[in-house]
C-alpha cells in the first residue's frame, strides 16, 4: 500500500523525480509545485512521496515553454480549433488533420458523443457524488477526499475525444480564428471586440452582482471560501477605480493576487468548493491584469496562465471522475435534481469552458501558432444552456423549469442543433459569450432579438 505523501514517512523513497518524468524516463528538474516538462506537456505534477508539500511555499515557478519533442504536436492544413499551449505567444488558431485528432466513434450506442441533446424530460450531465458535502461548514484541506487519499494516486481525468459535430464547429469559427488584427480590438463588429469587453465586464458582473455568466449567484450563499471573499472585495475596488486612488488599488490587486497564489499552491488536499473558488479567483485575477493595459502587470502575471490551466484540469477530474453515475443513466432520469447540486456542478462545467476560452484566445492574440496543439478542445467539455435554469431563484423555481421549459447540452462549441430547435430566450449570459465567438457579433445579435418572440 503506498504511503501518505504528506505524513512523517514521505520522505522513505529514494525517488526524487515526479512520477511522470519517471514514467517516460525523461529528465526531471524537480522544481515545485510543477516541473518544467509537466508545465510544458500539460501534464499533472506528482512529486508523490519525495517532496513536502510544506517546499512549495515561496518555490512557485511556471515555466513557459514550447512542447518538447517526446510529444509532437498535432499540425495541420485543413482543419481549425483552439489551441491550448503553455506557451504564452499570442495569434489565432490553426489548422488541424483530421486524421490525428482524436474522434469519439458514432455508433448508436455511444450516448456520451452526442454533442447536443434537447432535454425536455431527462435530466443532464451527471452530479459529481462528492458535492453532496461541498456546502458543510468543512471548507479546509481534507485528506478524505478520494482523489488525493494515500490509497488512491490522483486519478487521469476521462478524456471523450471530440465528435464529428465539434469538428464541424471548429470549422465554422475559421473566419473568426484566421483573421485576427489587433485593429479588430477596436471595431465594434468583431468577436474580438465583444470577447474582451465581455471578459474585462465579468469584474463588474462580480463586483455588483456577487456573480458571473460562470459563477451562480448562490454557490456561496451558505458558506463562502475566503478566497472568494478576497476576490470580490479586490473586483469591487478594481471596479469603482478613480485617477486618485489608482495606485493604491493597483498595489492592493498585485499583493492580493501574489499571497493567493501563494497561500493555495502551499495548501495541500482540498474540497471540491474549495478547487472550484481558488479557480474561479484566479480566473478573475487573471482577466484583470491580462487585460488592464498595465505592461508590468501583465508580463509578471502571464506566469500564473499555467497555474490556472492545471486548476482546469483538476476541475476536469471533479467532473468526469464520478463513482455513482453514468451519462446514460443520468440523461433517462426525468426527475430534476437537488438544486444545490446542479448549481455547483453547472458552475464547474461552466468555469471549465470559458477557463479553457479566456486562456485560450489570450494565447492566439500572441501567436497564432498557439493553435497547433488543440490541448484541451481535442476533447469534450460539456454544459447546460438554458436561461431558466440557470436563473432559477429558488428551489421551487428550478424544479418548475426544469419541467416546463426546454434544455440543451452543448459540447464545447457546438451549436447547430441548438440554432435548429433554440430560441432567443433559452440564451442566457454565458451561452451569448460563446455565441458570438461561434456566430459573430451580428448574428448572434440576430439570433437572439429574432426568436425572442
Sequence with gaps: MPTDPFSSDSTASRQKNCDSCVRVKRRCDRRTPICSRCAAKHLRCNYGKTKRLSRAVGQHQHTEQSSSTDEPPLISSDFTSFAHELTLNYDFLGDLPLHDLPTAPTTAGNVDSDPVMVVNGTNDIPIDPQITTAHSNDLVVQQQDPAFTSDHRPVEMVKVPVDDECVEAYRSMTSFCHNIQSWHAYDPKKPLNYLIARYKALVNDIATHNATPFLHQHLYRDNTPPCILTCFMTAVLYANRTKTNMSMVMQALHERALDFVSTEVSCGVATPIRRLARTQTLFIYQIIRLLDGDVILRSRSEKDTSLLEIWLDDLCEIRDNLDDATELSVFLLRKAPDWDQWVFAESLRRTIVLGYSFITLYRVMK????????????????????????EAASSSHFERMWNERPRFVISNYSFASFLEKGRGEDVDS?????LNSYLGVDQTADFVSVKDT
Design 430 to 434: 454565458f451561452a451569448e459569450i460563446l
Design 367 to 390: 501567436d497564432m501558432k498557439a493553435a497547433e496543439d488543440p490541448g484541451a478542445w481535442a476533447y469534450i467539455h460539456r454544459w447546460t444552456l438554458s436561461r431558466h435554469l440557470w
